[in-house]
């Protein structure tokens, strides 16, 4: 099986790391762009290096899915080590593992520390659970690769807490870009759905308050689905089970051909077979098609099980992004989900890196409510507005910079005007002294007409603050009176007395804010 180039080009990525000394290191493929034959061509490589291979996976689909995908792409075999199968008796230099079952002590016991050279961790995302860590703990010196889908920021984070590198990233508006995978429309339903008593559990929405929350709403979005999916092949994801039989009977209702899938279901196989092959037209699940299930006809999908979960929701989308012949886009449908946290995941999160451009993509597509949007121009267009909005705060500030520079002094114009070397030679000598000017200060000095930005310490600024109240006690000039006349020519005038350069100031207000032609600004002296 012929690679694909950013495949090829992932494989060679992650020999370069493990052979320049990384130990554990990370891919990163969207759902849908073949991380299965990636890792199973590496497995190849890695055996016919003489090396054992531990494939790791949490789920009995993804076991049977990575075996599977090995034998078809490489010709190898796979022992099994799960339950009550086991490699030990084996010649098969590829084990493929179930987690909860070589955690056991009883079963690890087994293999010697140096038994596996690399170990794959199939939805890698996972392996920080102390499970995964018992295992990887016990082969200490094996190469570790870790296989996920679009992480979230928090994901990454706690994956580079074990991970040395991100060997390779291939990102889903370039597999989009280049082919690879579907283009995805999002249109925002105009339903809103009232979150805020929705708590939050281990880091993200808890499902039991979603499914409370989102009862009232089912025949409403079953009636937006009318209209949006009637000849669309539909995968939901429901937050529980019996939400998720409820709105199958209520898609009945509404003339959907809908089926239901859930852990329990006995003939779960042939659910997923009649789907593919047509028999129904939506397939409602809760949470139970997030991993290890392909079906590349699917071309919408309706996520009503909101997320704070960036991988989560990604792989949720994933579902519908493979390509498929007379398939040309996903339609995504989204809501608007009425919720006081900002982080709950839209399509912009499939696509933005930046979380600015992603809340103005959000704002876009719910005034564009109703119509679908190519996510890679909504993207485009978010970073234009933000770029504009941008461009348009940073000319408001360089105006309101411009006109206060306009008001206020320069402290170092203060300080040539008024002669003072004492403070244009000031080095700050004690702690307090040292650190940043406080608010009071800053606000203080503008008030009396010095610019405080130029002023970076608290011990300058407290001694400007001292010699203005000594000149105002003095009657001399002001820093407002300096820069008014110093900016009309005259010279010193922070030698000057108050009374003398307000007299001044008057005549010009009074020849039109004009000099009088016989005052002369460079030999005028205001003493």
Not at 35 to 62: Q, Y
Request: aromatic share 8%.
């Amino acid at each position: 099986m012929d690679l694909r180039p950013y495949q090829q080009e992932a494989r060679e990525a992650i020999f370069e790391q493990w052979d320049s000394g990384v130990k554990k290191t990370l891919l990163v493929l969207p759902t849908g762009c073949g991380k299965t034959i990636v890792f199973a061509k590496v497995t190849e490589d890695c055996v016919r290096r003489g090396d054992r291979v531990l494939i790791l996976a949490h789920r009995g689909e993804l076991l049977e899915q990575a075996s599977d995908k090995i034998r078809k792409s490489t010709g190898l075999g796979c022992a099994m080590e799960k339950a009550e199968e086991s490699c030990k008796d084996s010649w098969f230099r590829i084990v493929v593992g179930s987690v909860q079952t070589m955690m056991r002590e009883k079963r690890l016991s087994q293999f010697t520390e140096d038994y596996f050279n690399t170990i794959i961790i199939d939805e890698a995302h996972h392996c920080i659970s102390d499970s995964y860590q018992r295992v990887l703990q016990h082969f200490p010196n094996a190469h570790v690769l870790g296989v996920t889908a679009t992480p979230d920021r928090g994901d990454m984070r706690n994956l580079g807490s074990y991970f040395e590198t991100l060997a390779y990233e291939y990102t889903l508006p370039k597999a989009i870009k280049e082919g690879y995978l579907t283009p995805i429309k999002a249109l925002t339903i105009p339903l809103k759905i009232d979150m805020s008593g929705v708590s939050v559990q281990a880091g993200d929405f808890k499902a039991s308050d979603i499914s409370t929350a989102l009862d009232p709403y089912l025949k409403g979005i079953a009636e937006e689905m009318q209209k949006y999916c009637k000849d669309k092949k539909t995968v939901v994801f429901l937050p529980l089970v019996k939400t998720s039989q409820k709105f199958r009977d209520l898609l009945n209702e509404y003339g959907f051909c809908a089926a239901e899938v859930n852990g329990d279901s006995q003939d779960r196989a042939e659910i997923l077979k009649d789907f593919e092959e047509g028999k129904y037209n939506v397939l409602c699940n809760s949470m139970l098609l997030t991993e290890g299930w392909d079906c590349p006809s699917v071309d919408c999908v309706v996520v009503l099980r909101p997320t704070k979960v960036r991988s989560l929701y990604c792989q949720m989308v994933g579902r519908g992004t493979r390509l498929s012949p007379g398939k040309d886009h996903l339609l995504l449908l989204d809501f608007l989900w009425h919720t006081e946290r900002h982080e709950l995941c839209h399509p912009a999160s499939l696509i933005c890196e930046n979380e600015e451009v992603a809340q103005k993509m959000t704002e876009n597509l719910e005034k564009e409510a109703g119509m679908p949007v190519d996510i890679e121009e909504a993207e485009k267009t978010a970073s234009e507005d933000v770029v504009a909005q941008r461009e348009e705060a940073l000319a408001k500030q360089l105006a309101e910079m411009k006109r206060r520079k306009k008001k206020l002094v320069d402290p170092l114009q203060f300080e040539m005007s008024i002669q003072a070397e004492d403070l244009s030679g000031y080095v700050p000598s004690f702690g307090w002294e040292m650190g940043p000017p406080s608010d009071k200060q800053k606000n203080a000095l503008e008030k009396l007409g010095i610019m405080p930005d130029q002023i970076d310490n608290a011990g300058k600024a407290a001694k400007i603050l001292d010699r203005l109240d000594k000149r105002k006690r003095e009657g001399l000039t002001t820093p407002k009176q300096i820069r008014f006349l110093e900016g009309k020519g005259f010279q010193h005038v922070g030698t000057w007395q108050f009374e003398k350069a307000k007299d001044l100031i008057d005549r010009i207000a009074a020849n039109g804010w004009r000099t009088p032609m016989d005052i002369d600004p460079g030999t005028y002296k205001g003493v």
